[in-house]
């Protein structure tokens, strides 16, 4: 229900935070945890006190410079071809050097069935497609992520949770705000909005790459490069409350990454991605059939407007970033998310995961695996009606996704 009315609250609040000048409403990114802190978000950002901080459950403290790392890997190529790929969440000291490993008592294994076992399949379907191992190991990876930097996180100590929280909760909610930060962070599409897209000719400076970031986000990252290849970015945080439900506040970059000057590649990723089936999913889709842009048209009549709602007006173009699996939807308003079965699109809504299931030539659009979609009525004019999950509303349909 916390979560319910966060997300109403964020859908209420986005009219509003879209007058605001583009960067400010990206610099502080409220996300959505499925447990609670008790912390307050309205405090000193980590690395910015100027006295001692005693309670260390609501202030990220020594590791309060967090960066979210994300791979660009195309040799082998992981993940889907037109978004980067999580490699984690750090917590850097104030002064850029850092701890690992800090606890091996939590260093916990069997990172999927905590997930699913603590009602976190959504974000581990999302893991599925966007947090991958270069060698096919991800939980693997995952469990060394969550080792080498999570349990050196002083807000996510086991002291720090809600009492009676079961073994292993502060680990799920590691990895559910490690997903929910990436999804505000896609640089694939910061970059292709700016020009640069992948490809096996041409070079681009350092300069460029991070003008363009800096452009859509507001904030400079660092670039990391293998050779002269483009293979990793960090964007950088300050937290204000716990990493459980804290708000992240972006900096810039205080520090450069591997990447030469001039030079630099950005190539492609090639062959289909090696997408699993994901826990919450059960679709039928083929991976690499989905299209990168489309028009979603309901059964009887009319289609989806940018918002999201049901219309019989010209319909919105959505940006599609995954495979048939797994995917992630915007439209020119911002994200597109289902909140308590209603599905809406815009700047304060969180990302939820979809797939495509092919049925009788078309790809329908299913969420949590099915592709009911219902009304209170059927639109027409100007006439709108919001959409949501199931066929519990008046007026049911499918939802096909139509390339333009
Ligand atoms: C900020 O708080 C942390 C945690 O108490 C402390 O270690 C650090 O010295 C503080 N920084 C300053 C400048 O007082």
Redesign the pocket.
């Known amino acids: 229900m916390l979560a319910v009315a966060a997300a109403l609250a964020a859908l209420l609040g986005s009219s509003a935070a879209s007058v605001l000048s583009s960067f400010a409403s990206l610099d502080e990114r409220a996300l959505m945890p499925t447990i609670a802190s008790g912390c307050s978000t309205t405090g000193t950002a980590s690395?910015t006190?100027?006295?001692?901080?005693?309670n260390?459950c609501c202030?990220e403290?020594?590791g309060?410079l967090l960066l979210q790392t994300q791979f660009w890997d195309t040799s082998p190529s992981t993940g889907p071809t037109n978004s980067w790929t999580i490699h984690g969440l750090w917590p850097d000291k104030?002064d850029l050097t850092f701890s690992q490993n800090c606890d091996p008592s939590r260093a916990y294994t069997g990172i999927a069935s905590l997930l699913t076992a603590q009602g976190a399949s959504s974000t581990l379907s999302f893991m599925n497609t966007f947090w991958k191992d270069i060698n096919g190991k991800d939980e693997t990876f995952w469990e060394h992520e969550w080792s080498t930097h999570g349990t050196c996180m002083s807000t996510l100590k086991p002291a720090c949770l809600p009492s009676g929280s079961p073994k292993g909760a502060e680990a799920v909610a590691f990895f559910q705000t490690v997903v929910k930060l990436f999804q505000t962070l896609p640089t694939f599409t910061w970059l292709s909005n700016q020009g640069i897209t992948p490809s096996s000719s041409g070079t681009h400076t350092l300069a460029s790459l991070t003008a363009a970031i800096r452009a859509e986000s507001g904030f400079t990252p660092s670039f990391d490069c293998d050779g002269s290849t483009l293979n990793a970015v960090a964007y950088y945080f300050h937290l204000k409350g716990s990493i459980i439900d804290g708000t992240f506040v972006q900096i810039s970059a205080p520090e450069s990454g591997s990447c030469p000057s001039t030079g630099i590649k950005y190539p492609p990723k090639t062959g289909s991605s090696t997408t699993t089936t994901s826990a919450g999913g059960g679709s039928t889709g083929t991976p690499g059939s989905l299209p990168a842009k489309a028009t979603i048209h309901a059964s009887s009549t009319g289609g989806l407007l940018s918002l999201g709602t049901w219309s019989t007006q010209t319909l919105a173009t959505y940006t599609l970033t995954g495979t048939a699996t797994s995917f992630t939807m915007t439209s020119s308003k911002g994200n597109c998310g289902v909140s308590g079965g209603a599905f809406a699109c815009g700047s304060g809504v969180a990302l939820s995961t979809f797939s495509a299931v092919s049925s009788g030539g078309a790809l329908l659009l299913a969420s949590g695996g099915s592709t009911a979609w219902s009304s209170d009525g059927v639109p027409s004019g100007s006439t709108v009606f919001q959409v949501f999950t199931g066929s519990s509303h008046a007026q049911d349909y499918t939802l096909s996704i139509v390339s333009p």
Do not use: D
């Not at 006190?49 to 005693?54: D, G, Q």
């Open positions: 690395c006190n100027t006295s001692s901080v005693s260390l202030f403290a020594p309060g104030c």
